[in-house]
């Protein structure tokens, strides 16, 4: 049985003290990884907000040359074995 597990595998270890510094390290690990996937989170929310208020207030546009040669590219890179040569 490692330091962490115990009888009951629901109960937390006692003390700070017992718990292996490699748990500690992966649980800061973890809380970072958290934290910057909550800030990501938090400037797409923003941006997908600013752009919603846009749209009702009919200010929002795109440059349709900019869609159309996303959409030719998005086209040719889903479909590109058109490009691999057969021999």
């Known amino acids: 049985m490692s330091e962490l ?3 009951d595998s629901n109960s ?3 003390s700070p003290e017992s718990i292996p510094q490699d748990a500690e ?3 800061s690990k973890l809380s970072s990884v958290i934290n910057g996937l909550n800030r990501g989170a938090t ?3 923003s941006h997908i907000n600013a752009a919603s208020g846009a749209v009702q207030a009919g200010t929002y546009s795109v440059d349709p ?3 159309s040669e996303r959409i030719v590219r998005d086209c040719l890179w889903e479909n590109d074995s058109y490009l691999v040569p057969t021999s």
């Open 5 to 7: 597990e115990t009888e």
């Open 12 to 14: 937390l270890p006692s």
């Open 25 to 27: 390290f992966q649980l």
């Open 43 to 45: 400037v797409i929310r």
């Open 65 to 67: 040359l900019r869609v």
